[in-house]
Nanobody
Framework: QVQLVESGGGLVQAGGSLRLSCAASGSIFRVDVMGWYRQAPGKQRELVAAITSGGSTNYADSVKGRFTISRDNAKNTVYLQMNSLKPEDTAVYHC???????????????WGQGTLVTVSS
């Protein structure tokens, strides 16, 4: 059984910062891409940022220059540092990972339960 456990969400004023963490645990052979998605009320889930095991990153245009994604491969953990937060960043943030539980099996996608980020104006 593999699971992703997120932490670090909460309430912050506009202009403030938060750091999200997501740790993958269980029977893991290899974690490939890890990322953060978010879903605001009434909107579709969207990619915020992603990072490969080699450190290549990809960001949504709306967060470029404000958010930074990083990871610790030894701990199978991904982080999202969010600075200069805006009310429009308010959403449930979900961690995502593509991983293999065995060298013989194909990669599969795993989701965390989500953590709420609320930015007040």
């Amino acid at each position: 059984q593999v699971q992703l456990v997120e932490s670090g969400g909460g309430l912050v004023q506009a202009g403030g910062s938060l750091r999200l963490s997501c740790a993958a645990s269980g029977s893991i052979f290899r974690v490939d891409v890890m990322g953060w998605y978010r879903q605001a009320p009434g909107k579709q889930r969207e990619l915020v940022a992603a990072i490969t095991s080699g450190g290549s990153t990809n960001y949504a245009d709306s967060v470029k220059g404000r958010f930074t994604i990083s990871r610790d491969n030894a701990k199978n953990t991904v982080y999202l540092q969010m600075n200069s937060l805006k009310p429009e960043d308010t959403a449930v943030y979900h961690c995502n990972a593509n991983l293999k539980t065995s060298a013989l099996l194909r990669s599969r996608e795993v989701w965390g339960q989500g953590t709420l980020v609320t930015v007040s104006s």
